[in-house]
């Protein structure tokens, strides 16, 4: 057998400059890797085809470049991919949990708002399972009039054949996680994993390359903490390697906002115009002093 090969990886997407935020992901994923550039593989998660932008990429590129950060070839662009993706998607069509949904945003926020409920989770309000209870006769009639749908994630049947007790976690910080079906239910849901502008979602992609990839370690921020739970799940569903993973802090400004690729005057390559050296930046970033660049 070939020796084992440790593998991390940064995965951004092209729809804006990468911003401090995005530095302190792409540094610890590099830690991680020891700097080594065959530990490290650089991902563009460019399945959004409406706001990624080739230029986009070409600045992610060159600021990882500043940043002294090197990395194994090829680079993978999941737009390259889709077919990877829908043979997926069938395959959990094939195996019953998927069902596609034709409710609009208004539909979801009207439907939850006659039983008073107004559900958080991952992404927003959590689907009250409206189109779980169509019948294939009425799926198949919507589907003929070209009404567009999203394919959800049967939560409860996949639930049902891959109990929550097999779903079990390690975060490098947090130590060992055991989500549980009722968290699964009310925090996920019944998620998207395919609409007709996105192809496949988020959630299937990421699960999906980093096992193609043989991702020993994923390193990213906590705010994707709760959408691991999900991806674990994907993955005993779909026999896929189970990575270790690292959920690092959330960098936030002076007043606890998160950062965005919309905050363009922390942009790395705002900052490089600037004259900030990549060492100052890291010291900054790596303790959480980031008022000195909020001016």
């Given at each position: ?28 994923a590099w830690e991680d890797a020891e700097g080594h550039d065959q ?63 034709f409710c609009t945003r208004k539909d979801i926020e009207e439907e ?184």
């Open positions: 057998m070939p020796p084992f090969l440790f593998k991390t990886r940064f995965a951004p997407s092209p729809t804006g400059y990468l911003h401090v935020g995005h530095a302190l992901s792409a540094w610890c530990n490290f593989i650089l991902r563009i998660e460019d399945i959004d085809q409406t706001r990624c932008k080739p230029e986009y990429e070409s600045a992610i590129i060159e600021d990882l470049k500043w940043l002294g950060i090197k990395w194994a070839q090829p680079i993978r662009r999941q737009s390259e991919h889709f077919a990877d993706y829908q043979q997926t998607l069938d395959h959990l069509t094939q195996q019953g949990l998927l069902y596609p949904c939850i708002s006659s039983i008073n409920a107004a559900p958080h989770g991952l992404e927003g309000l959590v689907y009250p399972k409206t189109c779980a209870h169509l019948s294939s006769g009425e799926r198949e009639e919507k589907i003929s009039s070209g009404k567009p749908y999203a394919l959800r994630l049967n939560m409860a049947e996949s639930l049902r054949r891959i109990p929550a007790s097999r779903l079990i976690w390690h975060d490098r910080i947090k130590g060992k996680q055991e989500p549980t079906a009722n968290l699964l239910t009310t925090t996920l849901g019944d998620v998207v994993l395919a609409r007709k502008d996105t192809p496949s979602s988020y959630h299937l992609c990421v699960t999906h390359d980093d096992h193609l990839q043989n991702i020993s370690l994923v390193t990213r921020c906590q705010d994707l903490f709760f959408a691991t739970h999900l991806h674990r799940l994907l993955q005993e569903i779909l026999g896929y390697n189970v990575p270790e993973y690292h959920h690092h802090a959330l960098l936030t400004d002076a007043q606890g906002k998160r950062f965005s690729k919309r905050d363009n005057g922390l942009t790395l390559r705002e900052l490089r115009n600037k004259g900030l050296e990549p060492d100052q930046l890291r010291h900054i970033i790596m303790h959480g002093n980031i008022s000195e660049i909020l001016v």
